[in-house]
């Protein structure tokens, strides 16, 4: 008899479950979370690897400040230029000339480096990977220190030297209550599967305030990189907004922005959507390949 009774009210909260499940669904808002969730699953499902292309197009010199010479020298937002991004935002986009780890090391005028604004070519251009003869060296670490303070000057969570027009696959994360991360040449040797992907709403330093985009991100990550000091390999598996925060930075080291992460009708406005339409296929295509690097161990 207690058997049976005990059957019989797990029969019936199973019932309750479906019910219970079946309404969630129906009254569920599906309409607000297919743009968000269903257009990504379709370029998660083809992966594929494709070159990276240039956002140059005709109306883009109109948009940026004229270039400097010398960036380390000029004052970091490079905002003496009048031109506006659209009537209602006083936003100013850059033109930074690339430059050198060792010169952007060497400086002994700026403790900031400028950073890059949309729609700044540079932050197109993917970091190169910082080479042998670097670690251990002054150099190396004047850009580790440089890198740090200018993350804390803006308070961003992290941030890449490539974002500064610096190019060095040079990645920092601020991590409150833990030893802040400098990562060089850092990839992506493991991920959570996609199932466990998570949505995030995130903004960017080099654009716009006022834009913000919805994106997946793995739920965590494994990230080898060297230490700036040693060249030592090291590994990490980051978690929640520590792996978020390294994604959106990872990106940045490949030249892809969170404008790619999104389809080109979740953008700001019309202007945005002309410059960042030329391409944008094939860097959502890059912003959602799921591939992973060779591990150095
Ligand atoms: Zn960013």
């Given at each position: 008899m207690p058997f049976t009774y005990v059957r019989y009210r797990g029969v019936v909260q199973v019932q309750r479950g479906l019910v219970i499940g079946w309404l969630c669904i129906l009254t569920f808002p599906m309409d607000a979370l297919k743009p968000v969730v269903f257009c990504r699953r379709a370029f998660l499902t083809t992966t594929l690897s494709v070159p990276l292309q240039s956002i140059?197009?005709?109306?883009l010199s109109v948009l940026l400040a004229p270039e400097v010479d010398n960036p380390l020298e000029s004052t970091p937002l490079n905002n003496n230029s009048p031109v506006l991004v659209d009537s209602d935002s006083s936003w100013i986009g850059t033109n930074l000339p690339r430059i050198s780890l060792t010169h952007a090391s060497t400086?002994?005028?700026?403790?900031v480096w400028p950073m890059g604004r949309w729609p700044d070519p540079v932050l197109r251009q993917p970091a190169e990977p910082v080479s042998s003869e670097f670690f251990g060296s002054t150099e190396l670490q004047n850009a580790c220190w440089l890198l740090q303070n200018t993350a804390r000057h803006y308070h961003a969570v992290g941030l890449a030297a490539q974002q500064c027009g610096v190019n060095a696959r040079i990645v920092y994360l601020e991590r409150p209550f833990f030893r802040s991360l400098t990562m060089v040449n850092p990839h992506i040797v493991q991920r959570s599967p996609e199932t466990k992907m998570r949505v995030w709403t995130e903004h960017c330093l080099v654009l716009p305030p006022t834009f913000a985009a919805t994106v997946l991100r793995d739920a965590w990550i494994t990230v080898e990189y060297q230490e700036a000091s040693t060249g030592t390999w090291k590994i990490v598996t980051l978690r929640g907004e520590w792996a978020r925060a390294a994604q959106h930075e990872l990106d940045h080291d490949r030249g892809?922005?969170?404008?790619?992460?999104?389809?080109?009708?979740?953008?700001?406005n019309d202007l945005m959507r002309s410059i960042e339409t030329a391409g944008h296929a094939g860097r959502m295509e890059l912003a959602y390949s799921r591939a992973v690097e060779k591990s150095a161990f």
């Open positions: 140059l197009s005709p109306s400086s002994t005028t700026m403790t892809i922005l969170v404008t790619d992460h999104v389809e080109l009708s979740e953008l700001e």
